[in-house]
């Protein structure tokens, strides 16, 4: 049986409406995808919320003509700008002449978790384990059955603000628009595109946007640390603008052309002048005003993992996505260089939308797909927890 659903991501330069049939966890096929550029946001507000709802119903209109329907219902994933990342260890006693972990256990350690968190300001809208272990036995996901004394968990919750969810389902609810649900965009982003084997040694996700930078660690199932630096795509444009003298745009496709490390591509640039008038550019002419702040953000992520407390091993992975810099050919080295550490570009998962600027919405909408599947089928323990836990 086919379901039809939608998902709404909003990026810090594009809103995208994806609309998908599903028919089973191996089957999805994207039937209509509608995008619209607008101003994003920034320190937990809308750049121009008057034009927001303009702006919504364009990318939806787009994809309700693609998709040859009428879209009713949607899921929002909540940006990582509008999200906190908390995570809670804790442990509990094993009970029985025979004592192993048991469905109750489980729920007692969640319930627990929950509780030593606190009140928090927001609504949590995710919560997934990074990992598990039975006194002192290797860290799992699948602990159902094993023996031992004490189970301790490390759980991770992503918390939305209230403006978020309340400012958005008012805007949807004017256009005759229900919203089903609220999900994490950076979960849905790291879980769809950091393999498993990967998660467990602990992986870093760089999202390099527009107008920001999100820097994620993950593990096991869970997000264990987020940080928005506000500082993206748009800086270099405007530092290109401003120290070329010329119009933001023609910044913006020096910018795209710009190839990092050796000399490769193009030797010359142009781009037109404030008064329109075509002005060429040397390769070391545009080197000199964009690589200092492709370098000011670098040392930024740098100083955002080591600041993190997570910790790393010689075989954790670190991806590069986003249209700020993962687009730009030698990108990921120039990144590798100043983090020390190798950095790669995320496997595609699909030929249509394959462009690191779609991965947040890809992510997205594997996220509400899987929660969907869980909670309509029991499969093991992961289901299990996503029901216990509202997904």
């Not at 002449?97 to 300001?121: K, M, W």
């Not at 530092?239 to 070329?244: Q, S, V």
């Not at 955002?304 to 080295?333: E, F, H, M, Q």
Request: with cysteine.
């Amino acid at each position: 049986m086919k379901n039809t659903l939608t998902a709404i991501d909003f990026g810090t330069s594009k809103i995208v409406a994806l609309v998908a049939e599903t028919s089973g966890r191996q089957r999805c096929d994207i039937i209509g995808a509608g995008t619209a550029e607008y101003s994003g946001f920034a320190d937990g507000q809308w750049n121009e919320p008057e034009l927001l709802n303009e702006k919504l119903f364009e990318a939806i209109k787009k994809a309700e003509e693609q998709a040859h329907t009428h879209i009713r219902e949607v899921n929002v994933g909540v940006p990582g700008e509008f999200s906190r990342v908390y995570t809670v260890e804790t442990a509990v006693k094993l009970q029985g002449a025979d004592p192993h972990v048991s469905v109750r256990d489980i729920e007692n350690l969640f319930r627990q978790a929950t509780d030593e968190l606190g009140a928090v300001r927001g609504v949590i809208i995710h919560r997934s384990p990074a990992w598990f272990m039975v006194d002192d036995s290797k860290k799992t996901l699948e602990p159902m059955g094993m023996r031992g004394g004490e189970l301790r968990a490390c759980v991770s919750f992503v918390v939305a603000d209230q403006f978020f969810l309340d400012d958005v389902s008012e805007r949807f609810r004017a256009m005759n628009i229900t919203v089903n649900s609220f999900f994490s965009t950076p979960t849905g982003q790291a879980m769809l595109f950091i393999s498993d084997e990967e998660r467990d040694r602990t992986a870093i996700l760089i999202d390099i946007g527009y107008l920001s930078t999100e820097v994620m660690a993950v593990e096991g199932d869970a997000l264990i640390f987020h940080k928005v630096i506000p500082m993206g795509g748009a800086n270099m444009a405007v530092d290109l603008a401003y120290g070329l003298k010329v119009k933001l745009r023609s910044a913006e496709d020096i910018k795209r052309k710009y190839v990092f490390g050796v000399a490769a591509g193009d030797d010359t640039f142009t781009g037109a002048d404030r008064d329109d008038v075509p002005k060429t550019f040397t390769r070391e002419e545009v080197a000199e005003v964009l690589e200092p702040r492709v370098e000011e953000i670098s040392e930024a992520i740098h100083d955002a993992i080591k600041s993190s407390g997570v910790r790393l091993s010689n075989w954790s992975v670190a991806y590069l996505t986003g249209g700020g810099l993962a687009i730009n050919r030698g990108g990921r080295d120039f990144l590798s260089a100043k983090l020390d550490r190798p950095v790669r570009e995320l496997p595609r998962k699909t030929g249509r939308l394959s462009s690191p600027t779609y991965s947040s919405a890809l992510g997205l909408l594997d996220l509400i797909i899987d929660t969907q599947i869980t909670t309509n089928q029991n499969r093991g323990l992961r289901a299990f927890i996503n029901n216990l836990l509202g997904g």
